[in-house]
């Protein structure tokens, strides 16, 4: 279980750094006088739910904020539509991780013995613990990238952690522009199961974070 665990903590700090590069080779260009215009926003549908599901909205939040991008619940008369707000390539790979992560929080869901309050619980648990270690994976990536570099090339990966950031801001922004005050998620008001949610927290460190698309 130990050695799982790392090899997937090891997978989403490759993930990250995937994005710290992308953001180094703009940033490495502009130092050299080139404009390298800002990538449009757009959003995506994740999913449509008749009913706002709390796991899988604090999922693709999760999923979103890794990837430079930002999550918001949109009604229309066929439901719930999780969508997600970034430039193009930042919201396939989000697509791409919110798919791989609930598929595997439903399948170790299905596996866990217990109630249905159990199993809500322990969705919510897991998803807790992958957006943990989804954010412990971009500070070990932006560590490691800073660690590996010395004098201009430190520069240029110190602005492109920067630009990656303030990229996410410029996301909120454009974002609440175009459709106002957000509704992001909500406070569970399901009945609490502490076995179970300490449960899915234990099954977070297990389940991969491996998005092939890196590959």
Same mark, same amino acid.
């Given at each position: 279980?130990? =050695? @799982?665990?790392? &090899?997937?903590?090891? +997978?989403? %700090?490759?993930?990250?750094?995937h994005a710290?590069? !992308?953001?180094?080779?703009?940033?490495?260009?502009?130092?050299?006088?080139?404009?390298?215009?800002?990538?449009?926003?757009?959003?995506?549908?994740l999913?449509?739910?008749?009913?706002?599901?709390?796991?899988?909205?604090?999922?693709?939040?999760?999923?979103?904020?890794?990837?430079?991008?930002?999550?918001?619940?949109?009604?229309?008369?066929?439901?719930?539509?999780?969508?997600?707000?970034?430039?193009?390539?930042?919201?396939?790979?989000? =697509? @791409?991780?919110? &798919?791989?992560?609930? +598929?595997? %929080?439903?399948?170790?869901?299905?596996?866990?013995? !217990?109630?249905?309050?159990?199993?809500?619980?322990?969705?919510?648990?897991?998803?807790?613990?992958?957006?943990?270690?989804?954010?412990?994976?971009?500070?070990?990536?932006?560590?490691?990238?800073?660690?590996?570099?010395?004098?201009?090339?430190?520069?240029?990966?110190?602005?492109?952690?920067?630009?990656?950031?303030?990229?996410?801001?410029?996301?909120?922004?454009?974002l609440?522009?175009?459709?106002?005050?957000?509704?992001?998620?909500?406070?569970?008001?399901? &009945?609490?199961?502490s076995?179970?949610?300490?449960?899915?927290?234990?099954?977070?460190?297990?389940?991969?974070?491996?998005?092939?698309?890196?590959?």
């Open positions: 279980a130990e =050695e @799982a665990e790392t &090899a997937a903590n090891l +997978a989403a %700090v490759l993930m990250a750094k710290i590069d !992308g953001a180094a080779v703009e940033a490495a260009r502009e130092a050299e006088g080139h404009k390298v215009p800002p990538a449009p926003n757009g959003f995506s549908v999913e449509t739910q008749r009913r706002r599901v709390t796991w899988s909205g604090h999922l693709a939040s999760h999923c979103a904020t890794v990837n430079g991008c930002y999550m918001y619940w949109h009604w229309t008369r066929y439901g719930y539509e999780i969508r997600v707000v970034g430039p193009e390539n930042d919201r396939d790979m989000t =697509e @791409a991780l919110y &798919a791989l992560l609930h +598929a595997q %929080v439903n399948k170790f869901a299905k596996q866990a013995v !217990g109630d249905r309050t159990f199993k809500n619980n322990f969705r919510l648990g897991m998803v807790s613990r992958l957006g943990q270690r989804l954010e412990e994976g971009l500070r070990e990536a932006e560590d490691q990238a800073r660690a590996a570099c010395t004098g201009s090339a430190l520069v240029v990966v110190g602005n492109a952690i920067q630009k990656r950031q303030d990229q996410r801001k410029q996301v909120r922004v454009w609440e522009g175009e459709v106002g005050k957000l509704t992001t998620g909500r406070a569970s008001k399901a &009945a609490f199961d076995r179970g949610y300490a449960e899915g927290q234990r099954a977070g460190n297990r389940a991969t974070l491996r998005n092939d698309r890196l590959n």
